[in-house]
């Protein structure tokens, strides 16, 4: 369903207008205000599902197994289902969905690095660089669509916003350009860390994710999301 914001009239109580005359950026970075109307409650963060209009309750036939939204897109990377994700899983999870050894290699290197002392369980840092499900939340990092919340539910509406804002040549879909005109809109002042990591989760979605035209569907981020996509990907790798 196109989540489209260009063809509604302006809302009759300006309280709900979502353009600012003086604010060019508004104009240019669309909301959809029909969201609502497309699905319930847009404005309510779901724990468990990845939902969009066209998927009101996620992913169709998805067991969450009680975990939020970024627990299950972590999950993907424990290779043997005991909550705690180490490099080498990292490395095995990277290679599962079509990374090349150099990409898996760094990713395992760096994702491992930046997630794993946030995550612990104490204070004391992990000689391994474990990464602990329980506590991904916490690795949240600035700069970013702001699609998983601080406790990682999932937002449908920062979701919808990251197509009626950036997808400008199809609806629901981003060419690499308008990829590009995102995360450098998304960055945070002197967020660092925010803007290189960022940058380099969204390149590598793209890089395994993109479809023959070279756009990265709405299907496949919102499937990044709750990690079914990783599992189609690794489905798809084996069949190959």
């Known amino acids: 369903m196109a989540s489209s914001s260009s063809s509604s009239p302006p809302p009759s109580d300006p309280s709900l207008e979502t353009v600012a005359p003086h604010a060019a950026v508004t104009g ?18 779901r724990a468990l599902a990845a939902v969009d209009p066209s998927h009101p309750q996620g992913t169709r036939g ?20 005991d909550g705690i994700i180490y490099p080498w899983e990292t490395f095995q999870g990277l290679r599962a969905i079509g990374c090349g050894y150099p990409v898996s290699i760094a990713g395992a290197i760096l994702i491992n690095l ?18 602990h499900i329980k506590n991904i939340h916490k690795g949240k990092h600035g700069s970013d ?13 920062k979701f919808d916003a990251i197509f009626s804002k950036y997808g400008r040549t199809h609806p629901n879909a981003l060419t690499k350009d308008e990829l590009n005109s995102m995360i450098k ?32 569907q709405r299907e496949t981020v919102r499937g990044a999301f ?15």
């Open 28 to 45: 240019e970075r669309k909301l959809n205000p029909n969201l609502q109307e497309q699905l319930p409650k847009p404005y309510l963060a």
């Open 62 to 81: 998805r067991d969450a197994r009680g975990m939020s939204v970024l627990q299950q897109h972590a999950a993907f990377f424990d290779r043997n289902g």
């Open 114 to 131: 930046v997630l794993s002392y946030p995550t612990q369980p104490g204070w004391m840092p992990s000689p391994l660089f474990s990464i």
């Open 145 to 157: 669509s702001e699609a998983y919340d601080t406790e990682g539910r999932f937002d449908p509406s």
């Open 185 to 216: 809109a998304n960055r945070n002042m002197y967020d660092f860390i925010g803007w290189i990591t960022s940058a380099g989760e969204w390149m590598l979605l793209y890089s395994v994710a993109k479809d023959k035209e070279g756009l990265l």
């Open 226 to 240: 709750d990690g079914s996509l990783f599992e189609r990907l690794q489905d798809s790798k084996k069949s190959a």
